[in-house]
């Protein structure tokens, strides 16, 4: 497999036509790890978890879309990157507070390590969450300690 092109085809399984795990396994490596800075995604460690998370949320909680921007590959260390802007609009069920009809437009960058079948093997996912809940009228997280 192609580290490229089947990154390319796990963002379209996951973000773009939110299939969940069932769609997406099979451009995942067995044991996948994931990882993001921003606390909503707190307590998520396996690209299952993100897969499934993110189906729901877009299926219940948010209408939205997503577009890709740009991709690199990065032979020497087998990394991907993809960079897109997700929209989201809370319309459903779940987030914090009751729908507030807000749309966030929110760019995001992944970082995907590939393994030698060209297989995604961690995802680290980076995005102003901030401006994600300022822009749908919710809440700011706090984080202990700050």
Wanted: aromatic share 12%; charged share 20%; hydrophobic share 40%.
């Amino acid at each position: 497999m192609e580290a490229l092109g089947n990154a390319k085809k796990f963002l379209q399984a996951c973000e773009f036509q939110l299939l969940g795990w069932a769609g997406c396994r099979e451009y995942v490596a067995e044991g996948a790890t994931f990882h993001s800075p921003a606390a909503s995604y707190e307590g998520l460690n396996t690209v299952q978890d993100y897969c499934e998370q993110i189906a729901a949320a877009f299926k219940v909680t948010f209408l939205g879309s997503c577009e890709l921007h740009a991709s690199a590959y990065d032979p020497d260390n087998n990394v991907v990157f993809l960079y897109g802007t997700s929209c989201a609009k809370h319309t459903g069920e779940g987030g914090p507070v009751p729908s507030t009809h807000k749309q966030a437009s929110v760019p995001f960058v992944f970082v995907m390590n590939m393994d030698a079948e060209g297989k995604l093997k961690h995802l680290e996912k980076i995005y102003d969450e901030a401006s994600s809940r300022r822009q749908l009228g919710w809440p700011q997280m706090v984080t202990p300690g700050f």
